[in-house]
């Protein structure tokens, strides 16, 4: 988040869900930084817990490792400095992403970028990125990607799309949090944070998440 933000609630319709970027296909060679290669992540510990809701936004939480599904980007190392590139004060597009252990019989994939530091100087959790509707079979996602199928929802900037790191006041981490659904979520393109975490429910097959730190 940056300093000065406007309240999300302010600036968000009513819209349904978003992380996942469209995708045409199930690897980067045609979208973005074609020539980008992302490390192909782990796949987390299938033992861990189902994931539960921390707060009044289902996914505005945590995101728990289960269900084998994993996400890395060459751009940092998990707890690593995002790079300038990808924040507000550099280009402002988002990092490389690679996904693996996507369970069989999932349908979509939901994508969620916050900032659960923003809660003392914007009296919330920041939304940087929202994408949902991802194609199960997409492996990569690419650095400036702009999704022509998947529906992207509005960030707490008031912009579809997605805001880089900007913290205001001290090192905040940044949470890219990947979900793996059953099914394809129907809502409206305006659907918010919240609408897309309650669809979410009762359908999450697995689920995992990439911390990246900035300062100001």
Not at 51 to 72: E, K, R, V, W, Y
Not at 90 to 111: C, M, R
Not at 181 to 207: C, F, M, W, Y
Request: proline share 11%.
């Amino acid at each position: 988040m940056r300093g000065q933000p406007v309240h999300r609630r302010s600036v968000l319709a009513l819209v349904g869900g978003g992380a996942v970027s469209a995708l045409a296909g199930c690897t980067d060679t045609t979208d973005g930084d074609a020539t980008t290669t992302t490390p192909e992540p782990t796949p987390r510990s299938e033992t861990q817990p189902t994931p539960t809701a921390t707060d009044d936004i289902p996914i505005a939480g945590p995101s728990p490792d289960f269900g084998g599904l994993g996400l890395a980007s060459n751009a940092f190392a998990d707890g690593a400095a995002i790079p300038d590139r990808y924040t507000r004060s550099g280009a402002d597009v988002n990092p490389p992403l690679s996904i693996a252990g996507v369970p069989e019989d999932a349908a979509t994939l939901v994508l969620v970028v916050d900032d659960p530091d923003a809660v003392d100087p914007a009296g919330e959790v920041w939304l940087h990125w929202l994408v949902w509707n991802i194609p199960a079979s997409r492996t990569r996602i690419p650095a400036a990607w702009t999704p022509t199928e998947p529906t992207v929802g509005t960030n707490d900037f008031g912009e579809r799309d997605y805001g880089g790191p900007a913290p205001p006041d001290d090192t905040h981490l940044y949470r890219f949090k990947l979900y793996a659904l059953d099914t394809t979520l129907i809502l409206p393109q305006d659907a918010t944070e919240r609408t897309v975490g309650n669809a979410v429910r009762g359908h999450v097959l697995a689920s995992t998440q990439l911390v990246g730190s900035h300062a100001p």
